[in-house]
């Protein structure tokens, strides 16, 4: 009787919680006003006892429909309960017994629902087979709760699953936004491990020069910051970057009046003529007073030559 599934017991798959109950399918209830209206033999008893059915079924159809936990299962159970106490006074009570099909079209299992929907059925037709009512008023009054009790019930099951679907692709869509995220996350951080360890080669090979450096000339190693040093550093960092090379090695020497930086490599290509860090290292060369050098043949080696004791 309604159209927005919640969640079902433990054992099916969980849908949305239902918020609030569509409550215009209490429409329904005025069913039970049927036979007193009409019929001549109806008097207060009849009217009180649907009256209190009324006040009794809409807080629990409510309830049920409003608040997930153990009143869920219980709501088809006591609909029954209260269909067959004021079926004595009221055979229209059989509509009762649709919005017990619904509960468990919503609530249960399908199998378990099935069942409820053969059980209710032939509950119909026990309520039938007793009540003393002419013929055409007794075919209104059971034989179309039976079949609104399946037309009811089925479509209250085919609901739910659309909505446990729906719930189902949420959860997916979720888990596949958290999956995304988790990728970039991994992603990012490859990347800083290999712009850090990028980092910690140039650290160490400048340490290593500033080792070389101390016994030859403490003052110069005091300063790996100078200009011939970063043109080192830079040379080194695009062998890293670049080269793919097995080998690399940085030679210092002087030749008479020159004191020559020779880095090598055995890799294929660490320089790129027209890069900006070439055209630094050049400029930072020249501004020494020297010259720089490129060959590229089975690897590539880069010359550095200077006047002897210039601070660089």
Same mark, same amino acid.
Not at 111 to 119: E, K
Not at 140 to 147: Q, S, T
Not at 204 to 212: K, N, T
């Given at each position: 009787?309604?159209?927005?599934?919640?969640?079902?017991?433990?054992?099916?798959?969980?849908?949305?919680?239902?918020?609030?109950?569509?409550?215009?399918?209490?429409?329904?209830?005025?069913?039970?006003?049927?036979?007193?209206?009409?019929?001549?033999?109806?008097?207060?008893?009849?009217?009180?006892?649907?009256?209190?059915?009324? *006040?009794?079924?809409?807080?629990?159809?409510?309830?049920?429909?409003?608040?997930?936990?153990?009143?869920?299962?219980?709501?088809?159970?006591?609909?029954?309960?209260?269909?067959?106490?004021?079926?004595?006074?009221?055979?229209?009570?059989?509509?009762?017994? $649709?919005? &017990?099909?619904?509960?468990?079209?919503?609530? %249960?299992?399908?199998?378990?629902?099935?069942?409820?929907?053969?059980?209710?059925?032939? *509950?119909?037709?026990?309520?039938?087979?007793?009540?003393?009512?002419?013929?055409?008023? &007794?075919?209104?009054?059971?034989?179309?709760?039976?079949?609104?009790?399946?037309?009811?019930?089925?479509?209250? /099951?085919?609901?739910?699953?659309?909505?446990?679907?729906?719930?189902?692709?949420?959860?997916?869509?979720?888990? $596949?936004?958290?999956?995304?995220?988790?990728?970039?996350?991994?992603?990012?951080?490859?990347?800083?491990?290999?712009?850090?360890?990028?980092?910690?080669?140039?650290?160490?090979?400048?340490?290593?020069?500033?080792?070389?450096?101390?016994?030859?000339?403490?003052?110069?190693?005091?300063?790996?910051?100078?200009?011939?040093?970063?043109?080192?550093?830079?040379?080194?960092?695009?062998?890293?970057?670049?080269?793919?090379?097995?080998?690399?090695?940085?030679?210092?020497?002087?030749?008479?009046?020159?004191?020559?930086? %020779?880095?090598?490599?055995?890799?294929?290509?660490? $320089?790129?003529?027209?890069?900006?860090?070439?055209?630094?290292?050049? %400029?930072?060369?020249?501004?020494?007073?020297?010259?720089?050098? /490129?060959?590229?043949?089975?690897?590539?080696?880069?010359?550095?030559?200077?006047?002897?004791?210039?601070?660089?």
């Amino acid at each position: 009787m309604t159209t927005t599934p919640a969640p079902r017991h433990a054992g099916a798959t969980a849908a949305p919680s239902r918020q609030s109950a569509e409550l215009w399918y209490l429409g329904f209830l005025s069913i039970l006003v049927v036979q007193p209206a009409f019929d001549p033999a109806a008097g207060a008893v009849e009217w009180v006892v649907t009256g209190a059915a009324v *006040l009794a079924f809409v807080p629990l159809y409510v309830a049920v429909h409003a608040r997930p936990g153990p009143l869920r299962r219980l709501g088809a159970p006591l609909s029954v309960l209260l269909a067959v106490a004021v079926f004595w006074f009221n055979g229209g009570a059989t509509v009762l017994l $649709i919005y &017990a099909a619904s509960f468990v079209g919503f609530y %249960e299992p399908r199998r378990t629902a099935m069942r409820w929907f053969v059980g209710l059925s032939l *509950l119909v037709v026990a309520m039938g087979v007793m009540a003393p009512l002419p013929l055409p008023f &007794a075919l209104a009054v059971f034989a179309v709760p039976v079949v609104f009790i399946w037309l009811v019930g089925m479509s209250a /099951i085919e609901e739910a699953e659309r909505e446990r679907e729906a719930q189902r692709l949420r959860v997916d869509n979720a888990r $596949i936004g958290q999956l995304a995220t988790a990728a970039e996350r991994e992603r990012i951080a490859r990347d800083l491990h290999d712009v850090l360890g990028q980092s910690l080669t140039e650290i160490i090979v400048r340490a290593q020069l500033a080792r070389r450096l101390v016994g030859a000339d403490g003052e110069r190693a005091v300063t790996a910051e100078t200009a011939l040093a970063l043109v080192v550093r830079e040379a080194v960092t695009n062998v890293i970057r670049h080269a793919d090379a097995a080998r690399c090695a940085i030679v210092l020497r002087r030749e008479g009046s020159t004191d020559v930086i %020779e880095v090598t490599d055995d890799g294929h290509g660490g $320089i790129e003529e027209e890069s900006s860090g070439l055209l630094g290292m050049r %400029e930072r060369v020249l501004a020494l007073g020297g010259e720089l050098t /490129i060959t590229d043949s089975d690897g590539v080696s880069v010359r550095v030559r200077v006047p002897a004791g210039v601070p660089a």
